[in-house]
């Protein structure tokens, strides 16, 4: 199954749909996803990779645990994840290695601001062929 996402409207909110083979894949399409409802996002400079190190009680958390540091690192530091490396991603840990890139503002085109990835409707699921997350983002 190749990796990927799509947007569906939610009250007030927007949905991300997620589906890909394995846990760790989730990771890139759920990122690109978070992105597009952001808007048109071109990357810039190159920045230092980063270590995300997340410990939970379920994969759907820390999920959305893992877009939550991305868009945090996205709206303090204006940076974008461009790869995902070394990804681990099982009920109870998620880490990875990201690499980023600063926002290129004169190319970039904001659609919306995103506040937050809620809890909200949060599931990953296994599904044939892989897994499949859905998450809600309050915009």
């Given at each position: 199954m190749k990796p990927f996402f799509e947007l569906f409207d939610h009250?007030?909110?927007m949905g991300?749909?997620?589906r890909a083979a394995s846990l760790p894949e989730l990771l890139a399409p759920a990122g690109e996803g978070l992105y597009a409802v952001i808007g048109d996002l071109e990357p810039g400079q190159t920045a230092e990779p980063l270590t995300i190190d997340l410990t939970g009680d379920d994969a759907p958390v820390l999920l959305r645990d893992y877009l939550a540091e991305i868009l945090t690192l996205f709206d303090r530091d204006a940076r974008i994840v461009t790869s995902i490396e070394d990804a681990v991603f099982t009920e109870h840990r998620l880490t990875a290695t990201i690499q980023t890139a600063?926002?290129?503002?004169q190319r970039s085109d904001l659609h919306r601001e995103v506040k937050a990835v809620t809890y909200h409707g949060l599931d990953?699921?296994?599904i044939p062929g892989g897994f499949?997350?859905?998450l809600i983002v309050d915009i």
């Open positions: 009250t007030a909110d991300i749909r997620v600063t926002l290129d503002a990953v699921r296994s499949e997350a859905t």
